[in-house]
């Protein structure tokens, strides 16, 4: 049995960093009575969103899939006094994103777009970070330090010492960098009572930085 002597401690790292990335999600929606028709209509949609896109600086591939789903619709009726449902056709939901580095100037001609266009998604808009690994990576080790420097304190006042890691334990989970200034999703006609000029809305928008914090947690040998 080992008479191997330790000491966990728990590291706290916390970052701040100010976005310089904007995200528009949007979400498209349609309802059709053939499940064909719902899929060709999801792609054609699709794809004149690519379509308006493209004059401001994005390719077709900018533009990501986050969630597609088709449902079935039904109703209810009644017959002879007997409540049933009937299928009434197939609903698809396609949600998706672009980034570009933050610029009011062309998120307004971006909106405006596509306030004016045929397909009139919902949207959100959000920021995050260019590099987020960088910053998950300057995370962690802010962490480790903490740990290691509330160690040092611990043993000192304990009389041991240090000696080798043993373990380290990180949740490996996802970090969100995204604010949002807008907590819901809106319609592309709340856009309407902005000021328009040229083709584009006047967004002024600077989004607040962003603050995440995560822990690790690290096993030393003491003697």
């Not at 976005?19 to 929606?29: G, H, Q």
């Not at 591939?61 to 299928?87: A, H, I, P």
């Not at 004016?116 to 987020?132: A, G, L």
Request: net charge negative.
């Amino acid at each position: 049995m080992s008479n191997m002597r330790t000491i966990r401690v728990t590291g706290k790292g916390l970052i701040k960093v100010h976005p310089d990335m904007t995200r528009i999600t949007m979400t498209l929606e349609g309802m059709h009575p053939e499940y064909a028709d719902t899929l060709r209509h999801s792609s054609e949609d699709t794809e004149k969103l690519k379509d308006i896109l493209v004059p401001f600086g994005f390719s077709r591939n900018d533009l990501k899939t986050l969630n597609f789903s088709v449902d079935t619709e039904f109703e209810s009726y009644k017959d002879k006094g007997v409540y049933k449902q009937r299928l009434i056709g197939y609903k698809f939901r396609h949600m998706m994103k672009v980034e570009f580095e933050s610029d009011n100037d062309r998120l307004g001609k971006v909106l405006y777009a596509l306030a004016n266009s045929p397909v009139r998604p919902e949207f959100r808009i959000s920021y995050t970070v260019k590099d987020p690994e960088a910053m998950k990576n300057t995370l962690l080790g802010r962490a480790v330090t903490d740990a290691k420097e509330k160690a040092n304190v611990l043993t000192a006042a304990s009389g041991t010492t240090l000696k080798d890691i043993q373990s380290i334990d990180y949740s490996w989970g996802e970090i969100d960098f995204e604010v949002r200034p807008m907590n819901r999703s809106l319609m592309m006609d709340a856009c309407a009572p902005m000021a328009a000029e040229g083709g584009s809305y006047d967004m002024d928008i600077e989004p607040d930085d962003i603050e995440v914090s995560d822990t690790v947690t690290v096993i030393w040998e003491i003697s």
